[in-house]
């Protein structure tokens, strides 16, 4: 199966600055998405990350708050904007590989604090 | 939109069976995943169903019901290593939406 790199793996950052997040797939991949996860909740889907074009955001996501470039099919970065403390959370891409026997692949995740 | 019910915490002994089940109501159904993520881990990719049906997979199974939107992870042989959440995740038109995941506790 694809396997993902993400970076970094963690951080802490002050209010109302800026985070970009990296992913790098080990293979060419037809769909990447970002997911975040808060403390005791579940993967909350925040985008589809699309190659060449605008990322696709599920509602109450915006892309001034969480813009979004796919430069080709195996990148992906996720900027988290004028953070506060309401971000800290869990960030995870994951790319679409051969459904049927690997799933959706994630990468190991960047827990992010802001303080 | 999509709306997803699972147990919210289950515990059993290790050698035991335990039957997850999940209930799902999503627009366009393309197969239903069970993820497990372990505490600070990333979740991993444990099946899938897209027939209805029971896909086994050494200790794990998984079967999926769409025309009552059900699916349940069996899990045999219980571990300790098995403590972890499982997560039920349909796939809508294109994208996964997990629900909010059982957590179980595996004791000796």
């Known amino acids: 199966s694809a396997v993902i790199s993400q970076k970094p793996s963690r951080d802490i950052c002050q209010r109302g600055t800026s985070l970009t997040i990296q992913c790098q797939v080990d293979?060419?991949?037809?769909?990447m998405f970002w997911y975040r996860q808060q403390p005791g909740q579940s993967l909350t889907l925040i985008a589809t990350?699309?190659?060449?074009?605008?990322?696709?955001?599920e509602s109450g996501f915006v892309i001034d708050k969480f813009p979004i470039s796919r430069p080709n099919l195996t990148f992906s970065t996720l900027t988290v904007s004028n953070m506060s403390p309401e971000d800290s959370s869990i960030y995870l891409c994951s790319a679409h590989d051969r459904v049927e026997d690997y799933g959706y692949t994630f990468g190991s995740g960047t827990r992010l604090t802001v303080v | 939109g999509q709306n997803i019910d699972q147990p919210t915490e289950m515990t059993a002994t290790e050698g035991a069976i335990v039957q997850i089940n999940c209930t799902y109501q999503?627009?366009?159904?393309?197969?239903l995943f069970w993820y497990q993520q372990h505490a600070g881990e990333a979740p991993t990719f444990l099946s899938y169903n897209v027939l209805d049906g029971l896909e086994e997979k050494g200790r794990f199974s998984s079967f999926l019901s769409r025309s009552k939107g059900y699916s349940y992870l069996l899990l045999k042989e219980l571990q300790m290593k098995d403590s972890a959440s499982y997560l039920c995740?349909?796939?809508?038109?294109?994208?996964?939406?997990f629900g909010k995941g059982t957590m179980l506790l595996v004791s000796p």
């Open positions: 293979s060419q991949v037809t769909m």
């Open positions: 990350a699309n190659q060449g074009s605008e990322a696709t955001y």
């Open positions: 995740a349909p796939i809508g038109y294109s994208t996964l939406t």
């Open positions: 999503t627009s366009g159904f393309n197969g």
